[in-house]
């Protein structure tokens, strides 16, 4: 008897140490799960508290002219002296690429190729809407007018054609556009390529 005494005590002690190692590993993942959800908490809550506060680093020199400050834009009232410059909102209106063969005045095809990518630039929010509801028209005009291009001016005035090209486009669609609701201010090229 007493050696079954000894037998289930060392039984009984193994599985009491694995029990101890096991809950230690439980308790080491469960910590660190928390330090780790403590971590990502803090971190948004800098993130949304440090705010989109606008950082006022330039700092003008004592004794600007006025006329210097009323260019630059007005001058804080807050005493801190940095001037507030006043920007414009700019409305754009992209449109697609425009990609054909340029042909010879023999109407031959000149065996180059003209892409252009026009955005206009318009005088309100609100023409975007008009422009949308003229765009077959738009696009037709603004081909007729580069298929109008010599090849002679696109492969060797190429600036001075950009020039007029944007001049009748905005010409032709400010004519399509309803009256009041505002205007083609200008015509921006992002491609404008001769290959």
Same mark, same amino acid.
């Given at each position: ?44 809550? %800098? %993130? &949304? ?6 950082? $006022? ?23 801190? !002296?940095?001037?507030?410059?006043? &920007? +414009?909102?700019?409305?754009? %209106? ?8 340029? *042909? ?7 065996? @180059? ?6 955005? &206009?630039?318009?005088? $309100?929010? !609100? ?5 949308? =509801?003229?765009?077959? !028209?738009?696009? =037709?005009?603004? %081909?007729? /007018?580069?298929? @109008?291009?010599?090849? =002679? $001016?696109?492969?060797?005035? /190429?600036?001075?054609?950009?020039? @007029?090209?944007?001049? @009748?486009? /905005?010409? *032709? ?6 009256? !009041?609701?505002?205007?083609?201010? +200008?015509?921006?090229?992002?491609? &404008?390529?001769?290959?």
């Amino acid at each position: 008897m007493a050696e079954d005494d000894t037998t289930e005590s060392d039984s009984s002690e193994p599985s009491l140490i694995a029990k101890l190692k096991s809950d230690k590993k439980l308790m080491i993942m469960v910590g660190g799960g928390a330090l780790l959800l403590l971590l990502l908490i803090g971190g948004a809550a %800098y %993130y &949304f508290l440090s705010g989109d506060e606008p950082k $006022n680093d330039v700092v003008t020199e004592e004794g600007v002219d006025s006329e210097t400050e009323d260019a630059l834009g007005e001058v804080d009232d807050s005493g801190s !002296g940095l001037a507030q410059p006043k &920007f +414009e909102k700019v409305h754009m %209106y992209p449109l697609k690429s425009f990609f054909f063969p340029i *042909k010879l005045k023999s109407k031959e095809e000149s065996g @180059r190729f003209l892409l252009v990518t026009p955005s &206009f630039s318009m005088s $309100n929010a !609100g023409l975007g809407g008009q422009i949308s =509801k003229n765009l077959p !028209g738009i696009r =037709k005009r603004i %081909y007729n /007018i580069l298929l @109008r291009q010599s090849y =002679k $001016n696109l492969t060797t005035k /190429i600036e001075s054609t950009k020039e @007029r090209v944007k001049k @009748r486009i /905005i010409t *032709k669609v400010n004519e399509l556009l309803p009256v !009041g609701t505002g205007v083609v201010q +200008e015509v921006y090229f992002s491609e &404008f390529i001769v290959k």
